[in-house]
């Protein structure tokens, strides 16, 4: 067994390289989305988050259904536990969402205010919640997904009663509540609508040449392995073009886009896959440094993946495998990190 110069024994830097999580190698912030139940309930998943991982995204708790199930009541219990974690293990913890045309409550949907009594209730959710997370919480997806795939804004509710307006003033109460978090406008599709992506870059110029604080760009990524390179290279190089932080905030790379429900994932596509991961890390770390807000994965077992029950397919968009061992996958985005 070959000693390395400093006198480590390969095998022990092996095991050294082996237990370095993610955020040990990369050059900034590795998130993932996360489930408060399993941090509550499963201790393997917690002790490979924390070693894994250095961001949270909170998968579903923060959304409106959830945190202010009724006018006067929020619930705050399960963001306060993903809080807690992150704070336990030197993660920062990335709130994941305040405005968003879906989960929004029943109350919400029933509410037959007036447009000012709509002003108010908008305005009143998006500052409770920033406000109470304040020094806890230092980033946002402020609005999710207000952009039609034609370039149009979405006809969601918040439209319709707000007008095109509530996607800036949403920036500004965020902003209000908490002046030093950072402020992120998040959508999909970039890399594989043109019209989309150039609708959304128009859209967050106009905000910030507006006044509006917007800091950064979150780019979903949600693809399938079948994308070219070409396609998330470039929808990446032309967002940070627009000088903001960029976020790859909720990257997976599904393997079954056709949903055949006898698919099994053999080494050719699991191959396939990894290199796709590598090449999102290495088309990430072209764009300046002052710009690198970080990667997060949306899952961390493929088990757990929303791509398996959003779509009700087998499916393995993720790094890690139904057993939690790391996938091809990892080993693909670890090079595409590290190389
Ligand atoms: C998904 C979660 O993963 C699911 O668990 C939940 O049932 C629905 O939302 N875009 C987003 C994410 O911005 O919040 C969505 O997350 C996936 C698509």
């Not at 709509?118 to 998006?126: C, P, Q, S, T, V």
């Not at 009663?161 to 109460?173: D, N, S």
């Not at 997060?296 to 791509?307: C, E, F, K, M, P």
Request: negative net charge; proline residues 4%; aromatic residues 10%.
């Amino acid at each position: 067994m070959k000693d390395s110069p400093d006198g480590i024994s390969t095998e022990q830097l092996n095991v050294t390289l082996t237990s370095l999580g993610l955020r040990d190698q990369a050059n900034f912030p590795i998130g993932a989305s996360l489930h408060q139940n399993r941090i509550k309930n499963n201790a393997d998943y917690r002790s490979l988050v924390a070693s894994e991982f250095n961001s949270l995204t909170p998968e579903t708790c923060m959304k409106m259904k959830n945190i202010h199930p009724s006018s006067s009541v929020y619930f705050w219990e399960d963001t306060d536990t993903l809080v807690a974690f992150a704070q336990a293990n030197n993660m920062r913890v990335h709130g994941h969402t305040l405005v968003w045309h879906k989960l929004i409550p029943d109350w919400v949907i029933n509410f037959q205010g007036d447009s000012i009594a709509w002003e108010l209730l908008f305005k009143n959710h998006i500052k409770t919640v920033v406000t109470r997370y304040k020094g806890k919480i230092g980033s946002w997806d402020v609005v999710n997904e207000a952009m039609e795939d034609n370039g149009s804004l979405r006809n969601s509710i918040w439209l319709q009663k707000l007008g095109p307006g509530y996607i800036a003033r949403a920036f500004q109460y965020a902003h209000e509540a908490d002046s030093s978090a950072l402020l992120f406008y998040n959508d999909y599709g970039y890399e594989y609508s043109v019209t989309k992506r150039n609708a959304i870059i128009s859209l967050v110029n106009g905000l910030v040449n507006d006044g509006v604080p917007v800091d950064g760009i979150g780019m979903q990524t949600h693809i399938n392995y079948t994308l070219s390179d070409a396609a998330v290279g470039t929808a990446i190089t032309r967002l940070a073009e627009t000088g903001l932080k960029i976020h790859i905030s909720e990257l997976d790379i599904a393997l079954n886009p056709s949903s055949d429900p006898n698919m099994t994932a053999d080494s050719t596509i699991l191959n396939l896959q990894a290199n796709k991961y590598k090449f999102i890390a290495q088309s990430y770390r072209q764009i300046p440094v002052s710009q690198q807000f970080g990667i997060t994965v949306w899952g961390v077992s493929d088990a757990h993946s929303w791509i398996r029950s959003t779509y009700n397919r087998p499916d393995w968009p993720l790094l890690f495998d139904d057993a939690y061992e790391r996938k091809p996958s990892y080993y693909g985005f670890l090079e595409g990190l590290t190389d």
